[in-house]
């Protein structure tokens, strides 16, 4: 039985300067940790307990990039399936603030910076955001910005798409 597609809620229309949202929690395993860090990030101390003691973590933690997976995993599963989204042209800056450690319970939460529709295509619009994950402390763990694509709902003719470039 296939399960049909979600309904789209969320278009480039909809995701003004200041638009938030909650993208709910998930807490990694220690099994998650070293099956992530086993394939993509293999340093002793996201693989074993003794090599992160004495570690500066301390402890057993997540890398960085299993942190952005989980983070795209939520951002995936609670908004962009049900946007209109086309994929991101890149990051500006990601930051590691605080290890994260099995058992965490990580929340992201997702805010517009900047909206603008894009000059070559009448129908995709560009938004900047922030995604923050802190963990159930309320710590911040992570910090990215970047961008991303959105279908726009009424497509823009080529000449209101957006502001003219002088040609200086």
């Known amino acids: ?27 990694p395993s220690r099994e998650d940790i070293i099956a992530f860090a086993s394939q993509f990030d293999p340093q002793p101390f996201h693989l074993d307990d003794e090599a992160a003691k004495a570690s500066v973590f301390g402890a057993l933690c997540a890398s960085g990039w299993h942190t952005c997976s989980m983070a795209m995993r939520l951002m995936v599963t609670n908004f962009l399936r049900e946007s209109s989204s086309l994929g991101s042209p890149g990051l500006e800056g990601i930051k590691w603030l605080k ?31 922030q ?18 694509m959105f279908r726009r709902r009424e497509p823009a003719t080529a000449s209101t798409a957006a502001p003219k470039e002088s040609a200086s």
């Open 99 to 129: 290890p994260v450690f099995p058992g965490d319970t990580l929340r992201l939460q997702h805010t517009v910076l900047e909206s603008r529709p894009m000059s070559k295509r009448p129908d995709v619009g560009l938004v900047r955001t």
């Open 131 to 148: 995604w923050e994950m802190f963990n159930q402390h309320g710590d911040k763990v992570l910090h990215m910005e970047g961008y991303g």
């Open 1 to 27: 039985m296939t399960q049909s597609p979600p309904t789209l809620r969320f278009y480039w229309e909809d995701l003004h300067v200041g638009f938030q949202r909650d993208l709910g929690t998930i807490s």
